[in-house]
């Protein structure tokens, strides 16, 4: 089976989306039976972008079915029409929930094309069940027709190795609106701790104390492991990695409750209200007491997650449609 599989991803971020293309085309490479096609187009430019969604997706995709058995697209982008069977991953819908806080561009694709092409797709997979949720009450894709794959933990991200100095909270995000990262920075205030932010500079004019910029994996995982816990108050995500890679480095988790990271933690990280930051500093405090409960329950609960069992799921998946 020849399978094309779009992986503009990595060429456009280093966040969630690309760990999850490069996780996924890990474990699926070299299987038998299986050929991979890698698709890209452009950079990370705004227009690469434009053209990647307005020209890319829709057209080239759609033409360039031809001595392929499926197509895969990593994002909900992709052809609204093609010669073989499609396959679409959602990993949000924070373009419909919040438009508000993305570029023009994103919002106005978001208005335009995402229902159609999601409707379009033989087959949606879905990184959580909040995600499918969200599909089917916001685009009308029935339920049959999505598929619930997690989302996998990498292995760079374990116990085992050096730990960062310091005494401070962790805080992973990309700095954009929806990552709630002033709440953090409050909460971090009221709890009495350093707060130190890795990720890359987003969109929306957000700034924050604490930031250090883009790290490598290694050294992530090095914080990970240093922190004496791991503040992850997003207001909307489709799942929520830096929870797992927290848990499987043995870090203590504070995330939002009500959230597709409540359902990624199941049960092993300390939940708080997002909006509220003293209950977020509260869960500060808390993760820091149940520590020594906090960390096995993680370990166990991020081992469950791996890309081999994500791949599993996604090669049966293209079985059924080719």
């Given at each position: ?182 709440r953090a920075v ?36 090095k914080l990970y ?72 329950l993680g370990l ?23």
């Open positions: 089976m020849r399978v094309g599989v779009d992986v503009s991803p990595l060429v456009q971020t280093k966040a969630g989306t690309a760990r999850h293309v490069r996780g996924l085309v890990g474990a699926l490479r070299g299987r038998p039976g299986l050929e991979l096609e890698l698709l890209s187009f452009g950079g990370r430019r705004p227009a690469s972008s434009v053209v990647r969604d307005a020209i890319w997706y829709p057209l080239a995709l759609r033409r360039g079915g031809h001595g392929l058995d499926l197509l895969h697209c990593t994002t909900f982008r992709g052809p609204s029409k093609s010669r073989v069977p499609v396959v679409l991953t959602v990993h949000d819908l924070a373009i419909l929930r919040y438009p508000e806080a993305f570029p023009r561009w994103h919002r106005l694709y978001g208005r335009a094309g995402l229902r159609r092409t999601l409707r379009a797709a033989d087959a949606v997979v879905a990184v959580s069940e909040l995600t499918k949720e969200e599909t089917v009450a916001l685009t009308s894709v029935p339920a049959e027709r999505i598929r619930v794959v997690p989302n996998g933990v990498d292995d760079v991200f374990t116990r085992n190795g050096p730990a960062a100095d310091g005494n401070y909270v962790l805080a992973v995000a990309t700095l954009e609106p929806r990552k709630n990262l002033s409050e909460a971090a205030r009221l709890a009495g701790v350093e707060l130190r932010v890795v990720g890359a500079r987003g969109w929306g004019g957000v700034d924050t104390q604490g930031w250090i910029g883009e790290v490598t994996d290694t050294d992530l995982a492991r240093g922190a004496r816990c791991v503040l992850y108050p997003s207001l909307y995500e489709g799942f929520g990695l830096p929870v797992l890679e927290a848990m499987a480095c043995g870090a203590p988790v504070v995330t939002s409750r009500g959230t597709a990271m409540e359902e990624v933690a199941g049960g092993a990280a300390v939940l708080a209200d997002p909006l509220d930051t003293s209950a977020l500093a509260a869960g500060i405090a808390e993760a820091e007491k149940r520590r020594d409960e906090l960390v096995p166990e609960r991020a081992r469950a997650f791996t890309w081999t069992r994500a791949a599993d799921e996604i090669e049966a998946l293209w079985k059924e449609l080719a």
